[in-house]
């Protein structure tokens, strides 16, 4: 019984939903992939984050709480960096590989790691990861399936996460969970949707569509950011670093899985030096729970 127990506790459970949210994400994303030929990167993101700010509104109905102006403005710059490090992440994806692409956009969250400490060993970590980040950019014919363009909009969408974790930090804190998430998501898309019409136009409203676009507005939003949210209030910061260090190589997979991307020798060591940096970080970091408010 006690072994049961423990595969049904909370922080169990926050842990498995923090796995699959992960995992959800990068299979969303070569779905996702696969439409850009169809609407381009900006039709896709804008599908996307249209139909998961409707699942979510359907699921958490937030318009029955009356926020207040402190409540709506880390909501509304949460959004907002939900919107943009979508779109930037779609447009990298259009150029390189899943696995890089999420690999240089984690130097977001691990800045933001490596930043709220002053631990020696950190600066250890902060190296191995810049190391990583210098072995995968096309600065050698190793690399020369990658372009700079690719590379630039994913740097963008690294800076959209790390502003993402320390707004959704704050919305979650001052709000319900799936409040926070639902008004983050419904911002974002009325962000996107105006660079998505710009593109695609009326290919948007293509109903052969539809069941590519629920796919992956659940796979890579409307579930994986929930659970999030979930897991967030379950588990210690500790515990959400290690496990999100984990996202480059979660992603390098989908990519050979699911759309053939194979990485060089040299590319997929540098994919675990980002890995390893953002776990040794975490691991070093104070033990402290995450003040997100979780979705009940």
């Known amino acids: 019984m006690s072994r049961l127990g423990g595969l049904t506790s909370p922080r169990t459970s926050a842990v498995l939903m923090v796995l699959l949210g992960m995992s959800s994400i990068q299979v969303g994303a070569s ?13 896709t993101t804008a599908l996307r984050l249209f139909f998961a700010s409707l699942i979510l509104l359907a699921v958490w109905r937030p318009w029955r709480k009356r926020l207040t102006r402190a409540e709506v403005r880390p909501i509304l710059i949460y959004g907002a960096a939900l919107g943009v490090m979508n779109l930037s992440f779609y447009l990298a994806l259009e150029r390189i590989p899943l696995g890089i692409a999420v690999a240089i956009e984690f130097t977001g969250p691990l800045a933001v790691a490596l930043l709220s ?7 250890i970590w902060a190296l191995l990861a810049v190391a990583g980040v210098v072995m995968i950019l096309p600065l050698t014919g190793t690399a020369a399936a990658l372009d700079w363009v690719g590379v630039g909009w994913a740097l963008v969408a690294g800076l959209c996460w790390a502003l993402y974790i320390l707004f959704g930090q704050k919305a979650g804190a ?13 911002t974002a898309a009325l962000l996107v949707v105006p660079f998505g019409v710009a593109k695609a136009g009326t290919a948007l409203l293509d109903v052969s569509l539809l069941p590519f676009v629920l796919g992956i507005a659940v796979l890579s939003s409307a579930l994986p950011y929930s659970l999030e949210m979930v897991a967030l209030k379950q588990i210690p910061t ?54 997100s408010e979780g979705v009940a």
């Open 117 to 123: 400490t002053r631990k020696a060993v950190d600066f």
């Open 31 to 43: 779905l996702a992939k696969r439409l850009f030929p169809v609407v381009g990167a900006q039709g």
């Open 238 to 291: 500790r515990t959400f670093g290690i496990l999100m260090s984990l996202e480059p190589a979660l992603g390098a997979l989908a990519g050979l899985l699911f759309l053939g991307e194979r990485l060089s020798l040299v590319q997929g060591l540098a994919i675990g030096f980002i890995v390893l940096a953002s776990a040794g970080s975490a691991l070093s970091s104070k033990q402290s729970p995450v003040t």
């Open 174 to 186: 001052a709000v319900h969970g799936g409040t926070a998430t639902t008004l983050g998501m419904l």
